[in-house]
């Protein structure tokens, strides 16, 4: 049971994105595309399980005064690889991320949840909420980057959606785009959940 909470926890009632407002600065920025919000979303989710398995395997011996800088260096160790990985397998995604790549290092979200939940728990409930968490990420930067595609460029994946005679609207894949559709999507979801508890 506590399983299936964590797991209804990081994807929907404490979505970063959604609920807890976390990671804001690359969710606005890299979501101009599908392609770019699933790429950085699974690169976070590949930090996040991994800096929390190793969080909570080593948590009894890091000293609370330097705890902190103990997560950032692991955390550091895990975006470092994503990058050499990216880098040479997927250089096109990587160009595209570019800077949002290394500030994985300091995404509160990583931060929080090390210090939040793997710090305190097992290895394997540490690992199921950064799976959890980074689906949670993922999903609403796809969702966030597949709107703004789609309305912006007409694609979706790369792939056209729409009749050709649709213009797209430029304001989508600009920096005010990406506050507006967070905006309509963040009231969309908080009116949902006042719909259930009126329930």
Aim: glycine share 10%; hydrophobic share 55%.
């Amino acid at each position: 049971m506590k399983v299936l909470k964590i797991i209804k926890n990081g994807i929907l009632s404490e979505n970063p994105v959604f609920r807890l407002l976390l990671g804001l600065c690359p969710t606005l920025a890299v979501t101009t595309s599908a392609n770019n919000a699933i790429g950085m979303g699974l690169a976070t989710t590949f930090v996040l399980v991994m800096s929390n398995v190793i969080v909570s395997m080593i948590k009894g011996f890091i000293p609370a005064k330097v705890r902190i800088p103990a997560f950032i260096v692991v955390i550091a160790t895990f975006v470092t690889i994503v990058q050499f990985v990216m880098a040479g397998f997927l250089p096109e995604l990587n160009k595209s991320l570019g800077l949002f790549i290394p500030l994985i290092v300091v995404n509160c979200i990583i931060m929080g949840r090390a210090e939040a939940f793997a710090s305190k728990n097992n290895t394997f409930l540490a690992a199921v909420d950064g799976i959890a968490m980074g689906i949670g990420f993922t999903l609403a930067l796809t969702l966030i980057g597949g709107v703004r595609e789609i309305l912006g460029s007409n694609t979706f994946f790369g792939y056209l959606v729409l009749p050709q005679s649709y213009k797209p609207m430029l304001f989508f894949i600009l920096s005010p785009g990406g506050f507006f559709t967070m905006g309509v999507l963040l009231a969309f979801f908080n009116w949902i959940s006042s719909r259930k508890k009126e329930a």
